[in-house]
């Protein structure tokens, strides 16, 4: 299998194959899931919370970035690796978004940028894909500004849903080559992803997407407490790491390991 290319996610809306997205942050992630055959890994600012242990991702900054996105980047032969540009590092202006997503392709090796917000960025999106940067626009419920937003909020809703569609229609013309579409209804979602060529990346966007999204540790189980609405746990990793844990210091208390097989 060759590397995932943004015209192979293009191809896959036009042939009308759904394809899944997940996060990753460090070497065996980013292996695992390439070999599972997910074609676009996130090295999402997400790491603010589960890799870093904040919050909220507003905290996390682009060096603390940088490392994660290079391990990956190192780790997956196939997928695409897409860098989420962290709050603080891109809004002010197209230049400033255009230096730090060069820092993440020529630094850690990105294949591609996402970046928050509505029209606003625009001419962000636009000075990226003239420079060869391809660039995922996030829109909808956008984390980094949850002071604005007022919160984890389901956007779109009412009279917002046509604004949101034009923005989509905006991206779209501005050079991005996907969205992620976070926390809309469904139905919005659907009706955006019929209105643009490029594929749609949906978490919390219900069914009617091109692909969909979700952070690993909650896809695996790692993460406890209170889940989304929107997760899915396709596996209880926390359960099964808490257990080896605990079989390990049992056998260490009880002399059994290392056994003679283990010792030199
Ligand atoms: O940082 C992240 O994990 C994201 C999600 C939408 C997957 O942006
Ligand atoms: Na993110």
Same mark, same amino acid.
């Given at each position: 299998?060759?590397?995932?290319?943004?015209?192979?996610?293009?191809?896959?809306? !036009?042939?009308?194959?759904?394809?899944?997205?997940?996060?990753?942050?460090?070497?065996? =992630?980013?292996?695992?899931?390439? #070999?599972?055959?997910?074609?676009?890994?996130?090295?999402?600012?997400?790491?603010?919370?589960?890799?870093?242990?904040?919050?909220?991702?507003?905290?996390?900054?682009?060096?603390?970035?940088?490392?994660?996105?290079?391990?990956? =980047?190192? $780790?997956?032969?196939?997928?695409?690796?897409?860098? +989420?540009?962290?709050?603080?590092?891109?809004?002010? $202006?197209? +230049?400033?978004?255009?230096?730090?997503?060069?820092?993440?392709?020529?630094?850690? /090796?990105? @294949?591609?940028?996402?970046? *928050?917000?509505? +029209? #606003?960025?625009?001419? @962000?999106?636009?000075?990226?894909?003239?420079?060869?940067?391809?660039?995922?626009? @996030?829109?909808?419920?956008?984390?980094?500004? !949850?002071?604005?937003?007022?919160?984890?909020? &389901?956007?779109?809703?009412?009279?917002?849903?046509? %604004?949101?569609?034009?923005?989509?229609? !905006?991206? *779209?013309?501005?050079?991005?080559?996907?969205?992620?579409?976070?926390?809309?209804?469904?139905?919005?979602?659907?009706?955006?992803?019929?209105?643009?060529?490029?594929?749609?990346?949906?978490?919390?966007?219900?069914?009617?997407?091109?692909?969909?999204?979700? &952070?690993?540790? +909650?896809? %695996? /189980?790692?993460?406890?407490?209170?889940?989304?609405?929107?997760?899915?746990?396709? %596996?209880?990793?926390?359960? =099964?790491? &808490?257990?080896?844990?605990?079989?390990?210091?049992?056998? &260490? #208390?009880?002399?059994?390991?290392?056994?003679? #097989?283990?010792?030199?």
């Amino acid at each position: 299998r060759k590397r995932v290319r943004v015209h192979h996610l293009r191809e896959m809306k !036009e042939r009308g194959h759904r394809w899944a997205m997940l996060t990753a942050y460090d070497m065996y =992630t980013a292996a695992t899931f390439d #070999e599972a055959g997910i074609p676009v890994l996130l090295v999402g600012d997400s790491a603010s919370n589960n890799v870093y242990g904040n919050d909220t991702t507003l905290p996390v900054t682009v060096d603390e970035l940088l490392p994660l996105v290079r391990a990956v =980047t190192r $780790s997956a032969q196939h997928a695409l690796v897409l860098a +989420d540009l962290p709050f603080g590092s891109y809004e002010a $202006s197209p +230049d400033q978004c255009f230096h730090t997503a060069v820092r993440f392709v020529k630094e850690a /090796g990105a @294949h591609a940028v996402k970046i *928050e917000g509505g +029209d #606003e960025i625009t001419p @962000h999106v636009e000075l990226l894909a003239r420079s060869g940067i391809p660039v995922m626009a @996030h829109i909808g419920f956008t984390p980094q500004r !949850e002071h604005t937003l007022g919160g984890y909020r &389901v956007q779109g809703r009412g009279e917002a849903a046509a %604004a949101l569609i034009a923005t989509a229609r !905006e991206l *779209e013309t501005a050079g991005a080559f996907a969205l992620l579409l976070e926390m809309i209804p469904g139905e919005l979602a659907t009706q955006i992803t019929r209105a643009v060529a490029i594929p749609t990346v949906g978490i919390g966007a219900g069914n009617g997407c091109d692909a969909q999204v979700l &952070v690993w540790q +909650d896809m %695996a /189980g790692l993460r406890t407490g209170r889940l989304p609405r929107f997760v899915k746990q396709y %596996a209880d990793l926390h359960a =099964t790491l &808490v257990q080896a844990a605990r079989d390990y210091a049992a056998d &260490v #208390e009880a002399g059994t390991f290392p056994g003679p #097989e283990h010792t030199f």
